[in-house]
């Protein structure tokens, strides 16, 4: 385990709350947006703040890009397995903290007494969430292993937390009655980070539509294409798809020269949404 990175310059607010740790445990590496919107890019305003943080997700980038577009059951179930024993490591022998912060979930299934893991957190707990993890785990294990399958867990951490922070009021509304101290914050956009270009729109030219997202999600995308059809094909409107991958992604749906692909990066996803006009 690394130590925390070195704090900034003492603030007035530094010198009255203290050497405050806050540790963050994410079920996704920071490739992945709910990881970055929720909690990386916060990261910097809360070092200026005096504040010392680190973040530790449930798998590490290296295994989550090896094991998560696997399509065999053995890809899998080598995720869960790098994803439990590394997230099983670290709550048996945390880094020193004050405050937890858990993403979403303990791990991205739920599990049979991966509650009484927490134990070993000495600090406040809270817990974040940004879509509807208390209803469903964002994965399922394998039939043959659903024995193993904790029902209803998100509930039960969230209500042994000392608070909840989530994305809306309606995510809110559904948990107030197990955890009274509920949050909301808003996923926010960096706009120092994204800034829009000028425009300077050339008649008749087609709209540019972005889509940006992972893999999880990509099927939503063939949704556009009768949309983009109804708008009269590539000469209304073209889509660009920045995103981890191709996969479940119907091309032949779309209008030749409607949509195009582009890999995730930061520095691709920053470029295409500042020239993109949807």
Aim: proline share 8%; hydrophobic share 40%; with cysteine.
């Amino acid at each position: 385990v690394e130590p925390f990175p070195p704090r900034a310059s003492a603030s007035p607010r530094d010198k009255k709350i203290g050497r405050v740790k806050i540790l963050f445990l994410t079920l996704y590496p920071e490739s992945v947006p709910s990881t970055r919107f929720r909690i990386t890019q916060y990261l910097p305003f809360l070092r200026e703040d005096g504040f010392e943080t680190r973040m530790m997700p449930a798998i590490p980038e290296h295994l989550y890009e090896k094991y998560s577009r696997g399509k065999t059951s053995w890809t899998g179930l080598r995720y869960y397995l790098s994803e439990f024993f590394h997230r099983l490591g670290t709550l048996r022998n945390p880094p020193e903290h004050d405050v937890v912060v858990l993403q979403k979930g303990i791990l991205s299934f739920w599990l049979r007494g991966m509650e009484s893991c927490l134990k070993g957190l000495k600090g406040r707990l809270v817990f974040d969430m940004d879509d509807a993890v208390h209803l469903a785990p964002p994965h399922e294990l394998p039939r043959v292993l659903r024995f193993l399958r904790a029902p209803d867990q998100t509930r039960r951490v969230i209500a042994r937390c000392d608070a909840a922070v989530v994305s809306n009021e309606e995510l809110a509304c559904a948990i107030r009655g197990w955890n009274a101290n509920v949050h909301v914050i808003p996923t926010p956009v960096d706009t120092e980070h994204f800034v829009p270009q000028p425009k300077n729109r050339i008649p008749n030219a087609p709209l540019k539509l972005l889509w940006t997202g992972n893999r999880s999600g990509n099927s939503n995308v063939n949704r556009m294409a009768p949309i983009l059809a109804a708008l009269g094909g590539r000469a209304a409107a073209e889509l660009t798809v920045v995103s981890d991958s191709q996969d479940f992604i119907r091309f032949e749906e779309f209008e030749e020269g409607s949509i195009r692909y582009v890999p995730w990066s930061v520095q691709n996803e920053k470029a295409c949404l500042a020239s993109a006009d949807v």
